[in-house]
């Protein structure tokens, strides 16, 4: 692995690895000293054009756990709002001797055309852009099921605890909401896939992207049917993305009364849940909008878990992508 | 990987065979009565086993401890210490996967540990094995067993119970099998003896 750009580039082998990896990174975040000093020396520079906080601090803890230096670079403030272009700003990343870039970026794609345009040699890490990936988050997620999951999947191939080892087959996954703005979705339903949980969208038929169809998941419009019927083992829940909706295309519900009451899960739709399901949100949470405060307080509610994980995840990926030299002989000593 | 109990100890096609299962054996018992010696009894002391076989090796010397004087409770008193992210030759490889760190139910803090391998050689494995006990605690004493030592230190650092000492050339492979990791009978073989061969016969 030279870059993590989209989760539908990670065979199965590979996404068991990393997230076996973040459960032993998630292990030396327990200790009193939780820096390791794998990544002395090298650069890692967060590379954002997009507002973000949640995924930011991640990657940043995640880097300096591992002994990293960290640059931050957001468009506010710097070169770019003075009309920089993505090249332009990468030539100047590679003559500072960056190891790794995490770039967010509005554009879908831009991550990807920092990767092979060949304005840098560093690892590229791709943490959301536009409406198409945002793989770390998918990880931490699918991290998040396994943990508390894996046991009742079909796919049990660990000894350890956590599940490690373990694929997500045998599991059902429901991802409500406004898939059509999310790429935490669409990061979701290829990496669940690979690792063989079933997938189910649940969304208003205003917020189903188009193609939908040739997606390897089924799509549903009820959100009670589905959570009756089919009876899933995870609910994620999205953020209804109030600044993707502003643009001309109008609006996608007729109120936010009206969505809360066809998707949000508030306590009623809660009570229905198997025992064991958990509830997930990406964050950040518009309570009282796609999930009540009962729902996200719950003890079913997993989502201050999910981002403790995400340093574990981010970790893992920080270390599999630049500790090793992947041009480097086989050496078994 | 043909070697078993049935073959002469020398006709193993990957290489010379330089200890047998009870050699093994052996030396583990005389290792787990040296580290008693040593520390003067069980009370404090701690095994840390460095993955893969030191963990095994780990475990039957703390089962030999227990037979020595059965105060001493294996299952609390060893664990196992991966040091890849602390190794000082990550940029030089491909990358490796991260192994399980796991301390025993009795700590580290205060204690003596002996950390167990199977194979010293550069003295890196170690060096990065000491950074990392450094990161979780600070034991009392910090103690080296090793099954063999085949020399070609590259670090200052020594052994405090051998098994075995192994002259060997750098080019050499020194490879320790054990029936609970390899599903063959515990040996010790040295591979790539071939040029080494002509060298030994000229000397």
């Known amino acids: ?333 | 990987m043909s070697s078993g109990p049935a073959l002469p100890a020398d006709s193993d096609p990957d290489g010379t065979t330089v200890l047998g299962a009870s050699d093994v054996a052996r030396a583990l018992t005389r290792i787990a009565h040296e580290i008693v010696e040593r520390a003067r009894g069980v009370d404090d002391l701690v095994l840390l086993g460095i993955p893969t076989r030191g963990v095994t090796l780990a475990r039957r010397l703390a089962e030999r401890l227990a037979q020595i004087d059965p105060a001493f409770d294996v299952d609390a008193r060893v664990g196992e210490l991966d040091v890849t992210m602390y190794r000082d030759d990550l940029r030089r490889q491909p990358t490796r996967a991260v192994g399980v760190t796991r301390l025993p139910a009795a700590g580290i803090e205060n204690r003596t540990v002996v950390l167990v391998d199977d194979v010293l050689f550069s003295g890196r494995t170690i060096r990065a094995a000491l950074d990392a006990l450094g990161d979780l605690g600070r034991p009392r004493a910090v103690r080296l067993a090793c099954l063999v030592d085949r020399g070609h230190r590259e670090v200052p650092i020594r052994p405090d119970f051998v098994g075995k000492n192994l002259p060997t050339a750098q080019n050499e492979r020194v490879r320790v099998r054990l029936a609970e990791v390899d599903d063959v009978a515990d040996a010790v073989v040295i591979a790539g003896r071939d040029d080494a061969a002509g060298k030994e016969s000229a000397r």
């Not at chain 1, 990896?21 to 327990?30: D, E, I, R, Y």
């Not at chain 1, 507002?51 to 756990?65: H, P």
């Not at chain 1, 599991?171 to 059509?180: C, E, K, T």
């Not at chain 1, 600044?243 to 066809?262: D, N, T």
């Open chain 1, 1 to 333: 692995m030279k870059h993590l750009l989209s989760t539908a580039d990670l065979s199965k082998e590979e996404a068991v690895g990393l997230l076996d990896t973040a459960a032993q990174m998630a292990a030396t975040q327990s200790r009193e000293i939780k820096k390791l000093p794998t990544l002395r020396g090298r650069t890692v520079v967060n590379l954002f054009f997009e507002d973000s906080t949640r995924t930011r601090i991640s990657f940043e803890t995640a880097a300096k756990r591992l002994s990293a230096d960290v640059i931050n670079f957001s468009a506010k403030g710097s070169s770019v709002s003075k009309g920089e272009s993505l090249k332009d700003t990468a030539l100047t990343l590679h003559a500072m001797g960056a190891d790794a870039v995490v770039v967010r970026h509005w554009a879908s794609g831009a991550p990807y055309q920092l990767a092979h345009a060949g304005w840098l040699d560093a690892a590229v890490l791709n943490a959301g852009d536009g409406m198409h990936m945002h793989p770390t988050q998918a990880l931490l997620d699918a991290y998040t099921i396994r943990r508390h999951l894996a046991a009742r999947g079909s796919g049990l191939a660990g000894d350890g605890g956590d599940g490690v080892g373990a694929d997500l087959s045998g599991l059902r996954v429901a991802i409500v909401g406004d898939v059509l703005h999310s790429r935490v979705a669409r990061a979701n339903v290829a990496l669940l896939r690979t690792l063989g949980a079933e997938v189910t969208l649940v969304a208003p038929p205003t917020l189903v992207p188009v193609g939908v169809g040739a997606w390897p998941c089924r799509t549903s419009y009820d959100l009670d049917a589905t959570l009756d019927e089919w009876r899933p083992d995870a609910v994620m829940m999205l953020r209804v993305q109030r600044e993707r909706m502003s643009g001309g295309s109008g609006s996608f519900f007729p109120s936010p009364l009206e969505y809360s009451r066809y998707y949000g899960l508030d306590a009623r739709r809660l009570a229905r849940l198997a025992d064991h399901a958990i509830v997930m949100h990406p964050g950040p949470m518009n309570r009282g909008l796609e999930i009540s405060a009962e729902a996200a307080d719950s003890d079913k509610a997993v989502i201050v878990e999910q981002v403790a994980n995400g340093i574990a995840v981010r970790m893992a990926a920080l270390y599999l992508l630049m500790a090793g030299d992947s041009s480097a002989e086989g050496n078994d000593l």
